[in-house]
């Protein structure tokens, strides 16, 4: 079974705070995700890579960087947290053309 | 335009019925279809593929028609633990797997 590990259940920052969300699979996929969703909004993807250091925008990447530089790991940075930044943000890996496996999520607060 | 549409509903139904999803998307060059099933804050998870001939899994039944860019989701016999938000999922896949999901259908199966 796909097991992809997002770090937090639930955090609280700050505004201002550099934030880091970890998020770990272990079915060697090439492909990992990140999105944010929103009541009424659904899934928006913000970053996404299809293998070590490559990184590609998805449709909302303002305030966001990713880095991965192992194959299992992808992190999301918010390099200055804001207000509107509080969402739930889900990981999620796949193989190319396979459907996403998603991890629990993390519930951000940014107070 | 969104590029996957989705009847938002909220369809809320008798057990024992049979409900039908529609969702229709815009790139043609879209490749693979699948359906998610995601429960009240909780991570999405895969329901079942989208096959051209169509699909069945036990009370679940997956359409595509794919001249008039168009996929269905019909339960038969619902249970009130089929109350849940379904996704719909296209996948580009010569886009490093990167998949636009549908703003979700919302189910309520009442007793």
């Known amino acids: 079974d796909v097991k992809v590990t997002q770090s937090s259940r639930y955090l609280v920052k700050r505004t201002g705070e550099k934030v880091f969300l970890e998020c770990v699979q272990d079915m060697d996929h090439e492909n990992m995700f990140w999105y944010r969703q929103d009541p009424g909004l659904g899934l928006r993807l913000i970053y996404f890579s299809y293998d070590v250091k490559m990184k590609e925008k998805g449709d909302i990447p303002e305030g966001y960087s990713v880095s991965r530089e192992k194959k299992e790991r992808f992190s999301l940075i918010l390099e200055s947290a804001s207000t509107n930044q509080t969402s739930m943000y889900l990981c999620a890996s796949s193989l190319q053309a396979q459907p996403q496996h998603f991890g629990d999520g993390t519930r951000l607060s940014i107070l | 335009r969104k590029e996957v549409e989705q009847d938002p509903g909220p369809f809320n139904v008798p057990e024992g019925a049979t409900v039908a999803f529609n969702c229709t998307y815009s790139n043609s060059a879209s490749q693979s279809f699948f359906w998610y099933r995601q429960d009240c804050r909780k991570e999405p998870k895969l329901l079942m593929s989208v096959y051209s001939s169509g699909n069945e899994d036990g009370r679940f039944t997956a359409q595509l028609n794919r001249a008039s860019q168009y996929i269905s989701l019909l339960i038969r016999d619902s249970k009130l633990s089929d109350s849940a938000t379904y996704l719909c999922?296209?996948?580009?896949?010569?886009?490093?797997?990167?998949?636009?999901f549908g703003d979700g259908t919302t189910l309520t199966v009442k007793p």
């Open positions: 999922v296209v996948t580009d896949n010569t886009n490093a797997g990167k998949s636009t």
